[in-house]
């Protein structure tokens, strides 16, 4: 009898396998934090790629290792892959020391991303606060692209300073755009140029009301963030099952492996990184 | 199932066609304990051991490996070639069996599947043979006393023969290698093996209740039994590293000195280490030593049964002959429940 190896599958199929892409152009957004789009080498590949709206990918670069980014471009938005980056550590630091046209390695997407079928058919209201654009916006163009599936879509968005707002001229310009609410604020305005809200982001609040019967509250900010908008939505009567928030953990395998974004008894690359507030408040670690 | 049996004195014909199957691996002694461990001659392998200092988890998991190579041109390559060497494991624990089991669940029948893990298990087969327990053996408790799948073969000791399950195709393929060793047992061989079977569960001396441990610990989330451990845990991992079905692991990218070539090392880590939690920009959500003990005991015990339906614990004592401090999941256990007040007063670990 001759012994063969049992082989598992073809390499394409390794969930680990990074796939190369080429950094088609940065956009210096703020300090810190760029906008790198991407496109895939491998044509079919840019055919077969698909996600949903708050998904993320391990990002590779060459000689470094990986780093887990949230995807800022819409599903909608077809052939280039957009991450909104800040350098914060190793992997990031590396990458912005590349220039347009290296090849960085992309697998995924991971997590379970909005649930947008069931968002389908109400008001959406998403909230940003700060970095938190950068997973939403992948949200905000599925919504606007898929304007006909919604109620009233509303932006609200707070920064910093203008200097501090990502995609601030692309917000700034969807702020013509009809049957669209974009409110976009800022904490204070050193330029004096601002001709927005200036005040902090639940001061929004104010300005809309909301029907909670029928709106999903996406939102994603830092801890202060939720802190506050997450109060002012259950003052609304928002059903705890219907705010949704992203959960920013060390995603390294995002694929339920690796154990490092464990949250409770859940891991965030697959459970998450979209969980309710219902989710949240019944996960152990989370407070 | 193919059930047969096989006389002792045939044993030593019987793994002499082991290797046609791959390399064999089997419990050896090595200090004043047992590893699994290639054999350089065949009365080296120990059939009565306790159990092995690292369980099988080690040839399916290695502690380190190279996922990919990687070139600036060329990109990852895998290296899944060196992950489809034939091996055998000879002499494996029932406990051990099903901690592979559990294994198979998180990486091989999950939503994504480890195309590593899984070129290891298909490629490995697994001869089982029956234990005694010692004092930290917790299997008739996890009921990993048994197992019915996962195994290629399984003997258990019925005097002078070995009743042999024969688990799957190329368990079969074994028995009809080794020329039909192995004959069709008896009623009376039956007799003897549930006679013993029963006199084995008896025999434990160690026990768990498991049915209500989830909610009892969704109820003491907050116990101070945590913070006690937490002022006692070392943080070392030992437990982790010794466990059947601990499987965390580590990426790093290691680089060839001046250029941009180099390896994807996967390689084990441990929940209990100050890093596990540790994301860019420096925030730590498991900072706090009580915090990773407590997450550990919660994954495993909790987490696990919510997602695989029972929990990712075995049994097999590993963990409390490995804790420098002497943590024993019976008394940490005993003490969540209320049966037990302060981890440290109890000797029943060590006695």
């Known amino acids: 009898m001759e012994l063969q190896a049992v082989h598992a599958r073809p390499p394409e199929d390794n969930p680990y396998l990074p796939h190369m892409a080429r950094i088609v152009r940065i956009h210096r957004m703020v300090p810190d934090n760029y906008l790198f789009q991407l496109r895939f080498a491998d044509d079919a590949m840019v055919q077969k790629w698909e996600h949903r709206p708050g998904q993320f990918v391990e990002l590779s670069v060459i000689g470094t290792g990986e780093a887990p980014i949230s995807i800022s471009s819409s599903p909608t938005r077809k052939g280039i892959l957009e991450l909104c980056i800040r350098r914060a550590g190793r992997v990031t630091s590396a990458l912005y020391r590349l220039p347009t046209n290296s090849m960085v390695g992309i697998r995924g997407p991971y997590g379970n991303g909005f649930p947008v079928e069931d968002m389908a058919g109400n008001d959406l209201l998403i909230i940003a606060g700060g970095l938190g654009m950068a997973p939403l916006r992948s949200l905000l163009w599925y919504a606007l692209d898929h304007r006909e599936k919604f109620g009233t879509v509303t932006l609200m968005y707070g920064a910093k300073s203008p200097a501090d707002m990502l995609f601030r001229e692309e917000l700034l310009s969807l702020a013509e755009v009809e049957d669209f609410n974009c409110l976009l604020t800022v904490d204070r305005d050193p330029t004096g140029t601002w001709k927005q809200n200036v005040g902090l982001l639940p001061s929004l609040f104010q300005k809309m009301t909301f029907d909670p019967s029928r709106t999903y509250a996406a939102v994603v900010g830092p801890p202060i963030v939720y802190k506050f908008v997450l109060a002012e939505l259950l003052k609304l009567n928002f059903r705890k099952d219907r705010i949704l928030m992203s959960l920013e953990r060390r995603m390294k395998c995002g694929v339920g492996k690796c154990g490092h974004c464990s949250v409770g008894y859940k891991y965030t690359c697959i459970h998450g990184p979209v969980f309710t507030y219902w989710d949240a408040i019944n996960l152990p670690e989370i407070v | 199932m193919k059930i047969l049996k096989m ?345």
């Not at chain 2, 494991?89 to 999950?110: E, K």
């Not at chain 2, 026990?207 to 039994?225: A, C, G, N, R, W």
């Open chain 2, 7 to 351: 006389a002792k004195e045939n044993l030593d014909f019987f793994v002499s066609v082991l290797p046609a199957f791959g390399e064999v691996y089997a419990p050896l002694e090595r200090g004043k304990g047992y590893v699994f461990e290639r054999p350089s001659k065949w009365s080296d392998v120990r059939l009565k051991y306790t159990r092995t200092l690292l369980p099988p988890k080690k040839l399916m998991l290695p502690p380190r490996e190279t996922t990919f190579v990687f070139d600036p041109d060329k990109g990852y390559q895998d290296r899944l070639e060196e992950a489809s060497k034939p091996m055998v494991l000879f002499g494996v624990h029932s406990y051990d069996i099903f901690g592979l089991n559990i294994l198979d669940r998180v990486f091989a029948q999950s939503k994504y599947t480890d195309p590593y893990y899984i070129a290891r298990r298909k490629n490995t087969a697994v001869v089982g043979i029956d234990f005694e327990p010692d004092d930290k053996h917790l299997a008739s408790s996890l009921n990993t006393d048994f197992v019915d799948s996962g195994f290629d073969l399984f003997l258990s000791d019925i005097g002078d023969h070995y009743l042999v399950l024969v688990g799957t195709s190329r368990g079969d393929d074994m028995v009809v290698m080794s020329n039909c060793l192995m004959t069709r047992p008896t009623g009376a061989d039956f007799e003897e093996y549930k006679r013993r079977s029963m006199q084995r569960r008896a025999s434990y001396k160690a026990h768990l209740v498991m049915e209500d441990l989830p909610e009892i610990l969704e109820m003491e989330y907050h116990s101070k039994v945590w913070d006690e451990m937490g002022e006692r845990c070392l943080s070392c991992g030992s437990c982790s590293m010794v466990c059947p079905t601990c499987y965390c692991f580590d990426i790093n990218d290691e680089v060839q000195l001046g250029s941009r070539k180099g390896e994807r090392i996967r390689s084990w880590d441990s929940c209990l280490l100050k890093t596990h939690a540790l994301v860019a920009g420096g925030e730590n959500f498991r900072g706090a030593r009580s915090s990773r003990v407590k997450f550990r005991y919660y994954h495993k015990q909790r987490g696990f049964v919510a997602e695989y339906g029972r929990p990712s614990c075995v049994g097999c004592g590993r963990c409390v002959e490995a804790c420098p401090v002497q943590i024993n999941i019976i008394t940490v256990i005993e003490s969540i429940r209320g049966e037990h007040h302060g981890i440290a007063s109890s000797a029943r670990a060590s006695s």
